[in-house]
C-alpha cells in the first residue's frame, strides 16, 4: 500500500522562527491534506490541498503531485503552534475499502 | 456550525461492559468513518461507511461494530469492551467518498473520544 513518510520527526523552534514541514509519498494521490493535532488531541484540518499552492494566515502547503511530495510552511511560530503536525493521502484496495493514510507525524515546540 | 460532534469525549469503564460512542455530522456528508489512534501506531481506520445502510471494515474491525441508519449518525459500538481497546477515537466524515476520483472529498474529524477500559 501507499507509504507516507514525514521529516523531521521532531522539531523544537523559538517563537518567531519560520519552519518548512515535509510529506513525501510513495504512489499518485488524488488529494492530500494537512492537520495539526493539538495538545488536547483534536485534529484539526489546515488544508485540503491535492496540487497546488495554498495559504492561511502564517501557514501555506504546497502539493507537487508529479514529485509526490508536500511542504507545510509555519512562518513567525507561535507557541500555540505546538503539537504534532500530520499529512494524509487516500488509499484504496482491491476489495474497494478506502481510508486515509497518515504519516507518523512531525511533533513541533515552540518555545517562548 | 457545520461540525463532527462526538460524545462522550472522555470515558473509563470496566471490561465487558458495552457501551457506544456517537457520532454525528450536520453537513450531509456521505462518508462516515472511525479510526483509532495509539502511540506507536499511528491513527488506523476501524470501520467506514460509503451512505445509510452500507458499511464496510476497516483495518482493525475486531473488537466493533457500527451501523448507518441515518446519514448524519455514525455509532461506533463496543459490545465487551477489552483494555487492549483503550485508546483516542476518532470519528470523520467528508462529502464524497474517498474513491470518488476528482471529486471533493476532504476529511473532517470529530474531536476525539478517550477510552479507556480497565
Known amino acids: 500500500g501507499i507509504q507516507v513518510e514525514q521529516s523531521p520527526p521532531d522539531l523544537i523552534l523559538q517563537e518567531g522562527a519560520n519552519s518548512t514541514l515535509r510529506c513525501n509519498f510513495s504512489?499518485?494521490?488524488?488529494?492530500l491534506q494537512w492537520f495539526h493535532q493539538n495538545p488536547w488531541g483534536q485534529l484539526i484540518n489546515l488544508f485540503y490541498i491535492p496540487s497546488g499552492t495554498k495559504q492561511n494566515g502564517r501557514l501555506s502547503a504546497t502539493t507537487v503531485a508529479t514529485e509526490r511530495y508536500s511542504l507545510l510552511y509555519i512562518s513567525s511560530s507561535q507557541t500555540t503552534d505546538s503539537g504534532v503536525y500530520f499529512c494524509a493521502v487516500p488509499a484504496y484496495t482491491q476489495g474497494g475499502s478506502e481510508k486515509l493514510v497518515f504519516g507518523k507525524g512531525t511533533k513541533l515546540t515552540v518555545n517562548p | 456550525e457545520a461540525q463532527v460532534t462526538q460524545n462522550p469525549r472522555y470515558l473509563i469503564t470496566v471490561t465487558g461492559k458495552k457501551l457506544t460512542v456517537t457520532c454525528s455530522q450536520n453537513?450531509?456528508?456521505?462518508?462516515m468513518s472511525w479510526y483509532r489512534q495509539d502511540p506507536g501506531l499511528g491513527l488506523r481506520q476501524i470501520y467506514y461507511s460509503m451512505n445509510v445502510e452500507v458499511t464496510d471494515k476497516g483495518d482493525v474491525p475486531e473488537g466493533y461494530k457500527v451501523s448507518r441508519k441515518e446519514k448524519r449518525n455514525f455509532p461506533l459500538i463496543l459490545e465487551s469492551p477489552s483494555p487492549n481497546q483503550t485508546s483516542l477515537y476518532f470519528c470523520?466524515?467528508?462529502?464524497?467518498?474517498?474513491?470518488?476520483?476528482?471529486?471533493?472529498?476532504?476529511?473532517?474529524f470529530g474531536p476525539g473520544t478517550r477510552l479507556t477500559v480497565l
Open positions: 470523520a466524515s467528508s462529502f464524497t467518498p474517498l474513491g470518488e476520483r476528482g471529486a471533493y472529498n476532504e476529511q473532517f
Open positions: 453537513m450531509n456528508h456521505e462518508y
Open positions: 504512489d499518485s494521490v488524488n488529494n
